[in-house]
Structure formats: C-alpha cells, structure tokens
Nanobody
C-alpha cells in the first residue's frame, strides 16, 4: 500500500510560481514512478510529469509541460516536488500525485489508468 499526501497549492496571479510537494509513504508496494496529474472542472485527469524515484535523474513530461514545469525529489525525505513557473489561468486545477504499479515505466506514466494509488489533491488557482 502507498499513502500520498500533497501540499503547496494555493492562489497565485498569472505569471507567478508555485511548488507542490508530494510526501510518499510506501508500505511494501515498492512503487518507483510517481506522477503528477491535474484535473480541471469538467475535464479528465491529465498527466503532467513523472519521476522514477530509484534513478538519479529520470523524468518524463507531457509535451506541453516541460518548458514551465519541473519535477524533482528529495530522496531522504520521500518527497516529490512539482515546480510550476509562469503560471496561466489555464493551469487552474486540482493537482494530484499518484504512485504507479511497480512494473510500469515511462511509456504509461502519464495515463491515469496506470496509477495504483492517489493522493487527496491540492488546489491551484491562477487568476488573470
């Protein structure tokens, strides 16, 4: 089982930055990839960025995200971060982190169907 706890959401003006945190408690699931997803009202969950926790630096981004968003981790604290820059009103969403199944890789990491465990989400609101 895996428990994930997101934090760091809030309200920010367009052009601003926020860094979200996801604390990962892995009780034997041995998940490696953590993905940040987001969901806007009336839309499905959209994969933003993935990180393989076992690698020194192994990340994967959705095509539209890699120029403003940056995923990273603090291994010692079991934290996965999502740094978001130059925020736009269209970035307004509930942001979730999810742990994928141990056998999954980057080919499926942006698919919400690959997520085995979800956090409760943290709201990000960007005003114009």
């Amino acid at each position: 089982q895996v428990q994930l706890v997101e934090s760091g959401g809030g309200s920010v003006q367009a052009g601003g930055s926020l860094t979200l945190s996801c604390e990962v408690f892995d009780y034997g699931h041995n998940s490696d990839i953590i993905t940040w997803f987001r969901q806007s009202p009336g839309k499905g969950r959209e994969g933003v960025a993935c990180l393989a926790r076992s690698a020194i630096k192994s990340t994967f981004y959705a095509d539209s995200m890699n120029d403003r968003f940056y995923i990273s981790q603090d291994k010692g604290k079991n934290l996965v971060y999502l740094e978001m820059n130059s925020l736009k009103p269209s970035d307004t969403a509930m942001y979730y982190c999810a742990a994928l199944r141990p056998e999954d890789d980057f080919t499926v990491c942006l698919s919400s169907g690959a997520a085995a465990y979800w956090g409760q989400g943290t709201q990000v609101t960007v005003s114009s």
